[in-house]
């Protein structure tokens, strides 16, 4: 049993935010008595703001995998739903607005595609990405002075993204995204092309357009 203490602020949200509205959260898929690990769906209503203040109601669905309790309690929040831990499990602190293009929900994702973007958060998420790709520029470096079998993949990966944070460090998204477009591959098929393709799938998902979206992963913050 859960006992909720909801903190809800309700406003007029950056531009391309949703906010979980809590008039609406169903489970379409949701068997009890399959155990563990299971698919659960569920969907969420949320509140998105355009660029013009204006805001639509999109109801947006949810598909996770959860291997236990506590996964079925965190990820199958609403985005934007922050939880604490208590005594009795996991419960609701409070709500925030999120990033549309940060969803892991193709109903919001398409929304964002057609509202456009916030260029001042995509500038802060491209400094963000261009401190990233120095810790693993560095990592993957190393990795390629080893005497591993896969060293020269990893020293080529490394020289591919030095060129991917060059180009972000000038402001332009034009090579990341021609990374993030291209589907990501599976193993065995491992060269650096498909190293670089998957890490910056991973790293820049908010460049995906809705299209993209092969999972839904409902992100969760947790104190």
Known sequence: MFWLVFAISVYAAEPIHCQY??????????????????????QCRYDCWNTTGMSDKILATHKVRVADQEQE????ACEGVKLKKS??????????????HLSRSKEVKSWASRAGRNQKLEERLRTNLVNELEEVIAAFRLAGQSQDQYAPTYQQAAWLLVDVQKSLRQRSFHLLDAYVQTPAAIPP????NVLVANLLNNLAYWRWESSRLYFALAPVSVE
Request: glycine share 4%.
């Open 73 to 76: 309690a965190l990820r199958t």
């Open 87 to 100: 005594k009795w499990g996991y419960e609701h602190d409070s709500t925030s607005a999120f990033y549309a």
């Open 21 to 42: 509205d809590h008039s609406q959260k169903i489970y379409l898929e949701n068997d009890f008595q399959a155990g563990y690990p299971r698919d659960v769906v569920f």
């Open 189 to 192: 098929y491992f060269s650096a």
